[in-house]
């Protein structure tokens, strides 16, 4: 028997099929490799949201509190947009709603920048009885100790604007009489006084010692001093000439400079130490390098003194200079190419200029009509403030170490402090200053 199950046909492999579904091809329909129904045209989509979106009837019969009716209709404007459920079915995706409700996020707050105000009172006004007003002199400037140091006649005063105390640190011969300029040294210690009889004196204002006299470098008085570091004394005289003092040695006189024909009334260094700027009364504003005794270059362009110069802080090859009683006119330098880059009509004569420390900003004082400082926002020279106080042409204005006050002072004999800048509570270490090309040392002797 067992032999004949052995001899029972086999079945004929070839009539077997695969089932659709297991087909290795796709099929016409595309299916692909998953089993997605397809219900065609047996569903009507029109319907189905009608049915889902119909309230049923025991919402519809359900009685609710005003209260929770009122929630529900501030909830289906808000959220739902009108509708009664949640998820329903679209041809297209609703946008997002955004709803008042929704806390904003950190990226939608952007901090509005705090507009900086400019007092347009002086925050103190000091007395300056017989202070010598001439734009051949300069008798205000304000050291690196945040003192403050001003000529009356035969007299320098130091105000200490931290504790607010006044000292007389020099009376000078009635021969040497008046002072006619003042300059600190960098190192907020030693001050240079020149006087009306061609004589600079060195004093020591912790010790109020006189340190050195130059004396046979002028003939007339000097009107103009600048350091280049705290040995090298720049002064210029009542006939046009230069003198580079090397306050160290005994022949202190080690460059002269020749270029101007009349008075020289603005000198000042650039912060690399490299460039000399001075304006006189010849109407000239000559650039020089320190190691040339020839101008770099030469600037006829005023039609007036010019007694207002300033280097840029942030940009060494910029100059910007100011014409007197005719000229009216802030000129901006390049002093590398040697091409005036602007000119600007302030209406009045320029005084003195400065350089904003905190700011893309440039501050002027002026002459009559107004007697004010202005302030400049550059490159633009849009005026965005204009300090008014005093009654006759500010002819002195020097700036504080921390940039946020100003002092300046007239033939009103007063002299006004302003507040240019908030005082920032941040401490920052202090800046060495520039010490130029040839400095050695750092001290008088």
Not at 388 to 393: D, I, P, Y
Request: some cysteine.
């Amino acid at each position: 028997m067992d032999a004949d199950i052995y001899r029972e046909p086999l079945p004929d492999v070839r009539r077997w099929r695969r089932p659709p579904w297991a087909s290795s091809r796709p099929t016409t329909r595309g299916f692909g490799d998953r089993f997605i129904p397809n219900r065609g045209d047996r569903m009507n989509m029109n319907i189905a949201e009608a049915l889902l979106n119909i309230p049923r009837k025991d919402e519809s019969t359900e009685e609710v509190s005003p209260s929770r009716a009122a929630y529900r209709k501030l909830l289906s404007d808000t959220m739902l947009q009108g509708r009664t459920r949640v998820f329903s079915f679209s041809n297209r995706p609703r946008s997002p709603l955004k709803s008042s409700l929704e806390a904003p996020t950190p990226t939608h707050i952007q901090p509005a920048r705090k507009r900086r105000q400019i007092p347009q009172a002086p925050e103190k006004t000091l007395d300056a009885p017989d202070i010598v007003c001439d734009d051949r002199f300069n008798v205000l400037d304000w050291g690196n100790k945040n003192v403050l140091s001003v000529a009356v006649d035969d007299k320098v005063y130091l105000w200490n604007a931290t504790d607010g105390s006044t000292t007389e640190l020099v009376t000078v011969p009635e021969s040497s009489a008046p002072i006619t300029s003042v300059s600190w040294a960098p190192d907020g210690r030693h001050i240079a006084i020149g006087q009306c009889n061609s004589i600079v004196e060195l004093y020591d204002v912790t010790t109020k010692k006189l340190l050195r006299t130059l004396a046979g470098i002028h003939q007339g008085p000097v009107g103009s001093l600048a350091w280049n570091n705290n040995h090298l004394l720049t002064t210029g005289g009542e006939h046009g000439e230069i003198i580079n003092n090397d306050v160290r040695i005994q022949s202190h006189a080690v460059r002269s400079y020749r270029g101007h024909d009349d008075v020289i009334c603005g000198l000042k260094w650039s912060s690399c130490g490299k460039h000399l700027a001075s304006g006189g009364a010849d109407k000239l504003l000559n650039i020089w390098d320190v190691s040339r005794s020839s101008p770099l270059h030469r600037f006829s362009n005023h039609t007036s003194t010019v007694r207002a110069v300033a280097w840029c802080p942030f940009k060494d090859n910029l100059l910007a200079s100011g014409g007197g009683e005719t000229d009216h006119c802030i000129k901006f330098w390049n002093v590398s190419a040697g091409t005036c880059l602007k000119s600007v009509e302030t209406g009045s004569e320029v005084c003195g200029l400065l350089w904003s420390k905190h700011e893309r900003e440039l501050l002027s004082s002026h002459g009559p009509e107004k007697n004010q400082i202005a302030v400049w926002k550059y490159p633009s020279m849009t005026k965005i403030a204009e300090l008014t106080g005093h009654t006759s042409s500010v002819l002195y204005m020097t700036q504080s170490p921390d940039g946020c006050q100003v002092a300046s002072a007239s033939s009103d004999e007063t002299l006004k402090l302003w507040q240019i800048n908030e005082k920032s509570t941040e401490k920052k270490a202090p800046k060495s200053p520039h010490m130029g090309p040839t400095n050695m040392y750092s001290y008088i002797r």
